[in-house]
């Protein structure tokens, strides 16, 4: 779920383990934090501070936490110039020097991709197939190795973000269930990213984690298309994608179903039904899910259920989305217009409007 489509209708360079040994391996071995608009809000000014009320490094704070993966989205040439190559080497920097692991996440888009959108990069636009899968090879090849030779090396990579229906439309659209153009993308990106990086593993994104039939219907069909991946990656939201047994059942069955290791790449939970900017917030509920109240021990208390749960069905990781994003004037979702158009998520941010760490929250293993 991103922030658009809602308002609309709206890391040490050690490497994980083989996808054989992740898919035999218990626990949560990737404990991670979506920090993509962090780096805005500190040029901005925003401050974090501790459970003690002490300022801190946030990359510090994430880790006393239990966080020790961030992911990162990246666009092509977004126009507010954030989440662009630069920025993401820059950020990079900053969660490795403090230990972190890195997941790149490309939405191979100048903005938002997302199951509602997949819109080519406007250098890309109306080329073949053929050159998209140059374009996509060329690219993610480019921006590991930019990584790469920086001393950040990904850990992991996602090739394309939430694609339910396939990436880079109308192209890469899954028509009449036919998987093959939207598989050759996919293995564009998995064999660049192995080109730059074998140990780096490989991501594929879908929010499909309320809906066990979709989820066979996507995973099937690029499986018997050739599609090359080493865990498979799913969004989770309560609000939108169903109950906690539902989720444990679509856990279960793809990591036995497909043999990969599985990851929640997305999740979160308001701690507040109040607003901090002028942009009314995605989640007004006072009780989104389960009767769990929208408070910070609410917060906690469905994050550790979802990170339970997903841990006891067999996943090895599990990532909150955008738990640094507070409302600070000036670090809008629109990439078009970054400077007023305002955060839709800071209620489910995992510190409050002052930059405070919610005290009740933990990354478990």
């Known amino acids: ?73 990246i666009w092509n040439n977004p126009t507010s110039g954030y989440s662009n190559k630069a920025k993401v080497l820059q950020q990079a920097r900053a969660a490795k020097a403090k230990g972190m692991k890195l997941l790149v996440d490309f939405h191979y888009s100048d903005t938002w991709a997302d199951p509602g959108k997949q819109f080519v990069p406007k250098a890309w636009d109306g080329h073949t197939l053929e050159q998209l899968e140059k374009d996509v090879y060329d690219y993610t090849y480019d921006v590991c190795s930019s990584l790469k030779k920086q001393g950040t090396t990904p850990d992991s990579v996602q090739v394309g973000n939430e694609i339910n229906t396939g990436m880079l439309w109308p192209t890469g659209y899954v028509n009449n269930s036919d998987f093959t153009p939207l598989t050759k993308l996919l293995n564009a990106g998995h064999d660049a990213t192995k080109a730059c990086s074998k140990k780096t593993q490989v991501m594929v994104h879908t929010a499909l984690a309320g809906n066990i039939d979709a989820a066979h219907w996507f995973y099937d069909g690029i499986t018997a298309a050739g599609a090359k991946w080493d865990i498979t990656a799913l969004s989770y939201y309560c609000m939108w994608h169903g109950s906690l047994t539902n989720l444990s059942t679509v856990v279960g069955d793809v990591k036995a179903r497909y043999g990969k290791p599985v990851v929640i790449a997305e999740t979160a939970y308001p701690y507040t039904t109040e607003n901090f900017d002028h942009l009314e917030n995605i989640m007004l509920s006072e009780a989104p899910c389960d009767g769990v109240p929208a408070t910070q ?58 930059g405070r760490i919610n005290p009740y929250v933990r990354w478990l293993r």
């Open 1 to 73: 779920m991103k922030p658009s489509l809602a308002v609309a209708a709206f890391l040490a360079v050690a490497l994980i383990p083989s996808p054989a040994a992740a898919h035999e391996q218990k626990g949560l071995t990737m404990r991670g934090a979506d920090v993509s608009t962090l780096q805005r809000s500190l040029e901005l000014g925003q401050k974090f501070y501790d459970v003690r009320g002490k300022r801190d490094n946030p990359y510090e704070i994430l880790q006393d936490a239990g966080v020790n993966y961030v992911r990162l989205r």
């Open 297 to 354: 021990k609410g917060q906690a208390q469905q994050f550790a259920a979802v990170q339970t749960t997903a841990r006891d069905a067999g996943a090895i990781g599990v990532f909150y989305w955008e738990p640094t994003w507070t409302g600070i004037a000036g670090n809008g979702w629109d990439t078009e217009d970054i400077e007023n158009s305002g955060n839709a998520w800071e209620n489910m941010a995992t510190f409050d409007d002052s």
